[in-house]
């Protein structure tokens, strides 16, 4: 990978020292428009929350104020709501992300053993994917409406509790997270019936002919096999659910009280409602320190491991 | 025999699963397009009516009384000039990690971690630039401030920037490198070796990469939603503009949401081969 399009050989040294020079030059070329973009429009608001975290700033009482050193931080850390989004967060992440990938990797094993009509069992379960959250996720408001809804009126025809989804305390967060599972559950299904697909034929029936039991299979064979793209897949959605934002807009607006109250809106809610700019800076910055500690622990290695199996194969 | 039967048992239990989790991914959806083809009387009705006379009254009331295709053409024009400028910035750039490897895997990891910044993170300072830089004549002229297509269009490039140059790095690096020697040793200089042979060789991947591009700023709803008022909002603030004081009209609700998601529907049918690669950031070929 990190060999240039010219090999430099020792009868043309100088020649292809310039080659190579310009080699250089030109793969530098090629990335300052894409490197400036990301600077200017990513790092440096970045860095204008960085300098806003430090300072006063209640935008009801006008412009960003002096310097306050830490105190936004000391604040942020003693504020129940701030860790009652956290919490809410963590639940929400875990139960989503959990009921995800049982679910999608079960159906992928389903749709794996299929016969006919994979094609069409694939661009089905496509469709959620396709879709905004904040428009679909407003639409399920009308599923889950107590008076016209269609799921309570399934329920109600076999004889179910008839729950109020999103106005109860106790399940409002459990109907954003079954949202979430509808939109997300397909793609753990398709990247792990990928997976499924690339697998060689040969360690399996080689098995099969020693009698090994499909259990015995699932566990020696598949699940090892799988592991890379199953772990990735966990990854990648982990870090969406961590930062759950459309569906609660548009479902719940973190109610009824702040049951559904995660980080992200809490966020919103802080700088863009009560335009206390500062608090809301603070939290960013925890925040996005989280995420970059996390892809860069998580993230990083998964990807270099598949991007250089890629180029070896 | 016995053993047929206890397969053929397998496989109807199998399809039967199948077809319930079909159902429950496709009826959401199928249920919301259902919605926006009924009269007004059957839709805010207890128990819902599954048989109705079809109308497009929703449409009609979505289209010229909430003048929903002016959220349509905002959109369109935003996320094609910003997949525009992603896809020519992106490839440049994914040639250039793909080929050359620049900055050894660290530039092209940092770029990826910039994807991995929660976008309320940055919205704030965003929110307070656009609304500074709005104010001078430079933002006015270039449309970049507050509830200005500019202010989204930048937000979508930066947003989807790291994405696609690490999808297009996976395609680049698809391509023999042996042609690019020989167009080399031919005479060809590195930018016509680039336009001439592996621009349309890439070609493909590129597409594709666009198309996603375009799916994620189409159906992008925070920045829209706090970047934009009126004059710039895009179809998923504008869904929710069918509040009304008397309630949600979820007639016409249904009909714009129908409206919004159809076209991008259409598109990643088209391109569902290449889904899977597309969201694993490239990694999974599969």
Redesign the interface.
């Known amino acids: 990978?990190?060999q240039?399009?010219?090999v430099p050989t020792s009868r043309q040294r100088t020649a292809a020292g310039q080659a190579a020079m310009s080699?250089?030059w030109?793969?530098?070329l090629?990335?300052v428009?894409?490197?400036v973009?990301?600077l200017v429009?990513?790092?440096?608001?970045?860095a204008?929350?960085l300098d806003?975290s430090f300072r006063f700033a209640d935008l009801t009482r006008g412009r960003?104020g002096d310097f306050v050193g830490l105190d936004n931080y000391r604040t942020v850390l003693h504020d129940k709501a701030f860790w009652d989004s956290a919490w809410v967060t963590v639940k929400f992440t875990l139960s989503a992300v959990f009921l995800e990938m049982v679910l999608g990797i079960a159906?992928a094993f389903?749709?794996h053993?299929?016969?006919v009509g994979k094609g069409v069992?694939?661009?089905?379960?496509?469709?959620?994917?396709?879709?905004?959250?904040?428009?679909?996720g407003?639409?399920?408001?009308?599923?889950y409406d107590t008076?016209?809804?269609?799921i309570n009126?399934f329920l109600?025809l076999i004889g179910l509790p008839e729950p109020n989804w999103l106005g109860d305390y106790t399940i409002a967060l459990w109907s954003v997270i079954l949202f979430d599972v509808?939109q997300w559950?397909?793609?753990v299904a398709?990247?792990a019936?990928?997976?499924l697909?690339?697998l060689p034929k040969e360690p399996f029936e080689a098995a099969e002919l020693d009698g090994a039991s499909t259990f015995r299979i699932l566990r020696t064979l598949t699940f090892p096999m799988l592991k890379p793209?199953l772990f990735?897949?966990l990854v990648?959605r982990t870090?969406d659910s961590?930062?759950l934002?459309?569906a609660v807009?548009?479902l719940t607006r973190g109610g009824p009280g702040t049951v559904t109250e995660t980080m992200?809106f809490y966020?919103?809610r802080t700088?863009?409602k009560l335009f206390r700019?500062d608090y809301?800076?603070t939290m960013?910055?925890f925040?996005?320190y989280a995420?970059?500690v996390?892809?860069?622990f998580a993230?990083?290695p998964?990807?270099?491991q598949?991007?250089s199996r890629?180029?070896e194969g | 025999m016995l053993q047929r039967d206890s397969s053929f048992a397998r496989e109807a239990l199998r399809y039967g699963l199948i077809v319930l989790v079909l159902g429950f991914i496709v009826f959401p959806i199928a249920w919301m397009i259902i919605t926006s083809f009924k009269p007004p009387e059957d839709v805010m009705v207890s128990p819902p009516r599954f048989l109705f006379t079809p109308t497009l009254e929703n449409y009609v009331h979505a289209i010229y009384d909430k003048n929903f295709l002016f959220y349509i053409k905002n959109t369109l024009f935003i996320s094609v000039t910003s997949t525009v400028i992603v896809i020519i910035a992106g490839s440049l750039a994914a040639y250039s990690f793909a080929r050359y490897n620049v900055g050894d895997g660290h530039l092209l990891f940092f770029i990826l971690s910039t994807k991995m910044f929660p976008a309320i993170a940055v919205i704030l300072p965003y929110f307070l630039i656009f609304r500074d830089v709005g104010k001078t004549g430079v933002g006015r002229f270039l449309g970049i401030g507050l509830d200005q297509p500019g202010a989204l269009i930048i937000s979508y490039t930066v947003f989807n920037l790291p994405f696609a140059i690490w999808l297009l790095v996976s395609f680049f690096q698809d391509i023999p490198r042996e042609l690019e020697h020989s167009a080399r040793l031919d005479g060809l200089s590195r930018l016509q070796v680039l336009a001439k042979v592996v621009c349309p060789l890439a070609a493909p991947g590129i597409a594709v990469t666009g198309v996603f591009t375009l799916i994620f700023s189409w159906n992008e709803f925070l920045f829209a939603y706090i970047l934009t008022r009126k004059v710039a909002s895009t179809v998923t603030v504008g869904v929710e503009s069918f509040f009304t004081l008397q309630g949600i009209l979820w007639g016409p609700v249904a009909a714009a949401a129908t409206i919004s998601v159809l076209p991008m529907l259409v598109f990643v049918l088209a391109m569902q081969r290449y889904m899977v690669r597309g969201l694993t950031f490239g990694a999974v070929r599969g």
């Open positions: 990978m990190s240039s399009l010219s080699d250089r030109f793969s530098i090629l990335v428009p894409a490197m973009v990301i429009f990513a790092l440096l608001p970045l204008y929350a806003v960003i159906i389903l749709i053993g299929a016969t069992i694939r661009s089905l379960m496509i469709l959620p994917l396709a879709t905004s959250a904040a428009v679909t407003l639409f399920w408001r009308y599923l008076q016209f809804g269609l009126y109600g509808w559950t397909p793609f398709l990247i019936l990928a997976g697909q690339a793209v990735l897949v990648l870090i961590v930062r934002y459309d807009a548009v992200t966020l919103y700088g863009l700019m809301a800076s960013a910055i925040f996005l995420m970059l996390a892809s860069l993230l990083r998964l990807l270099t598949f991007s890629a180029s």
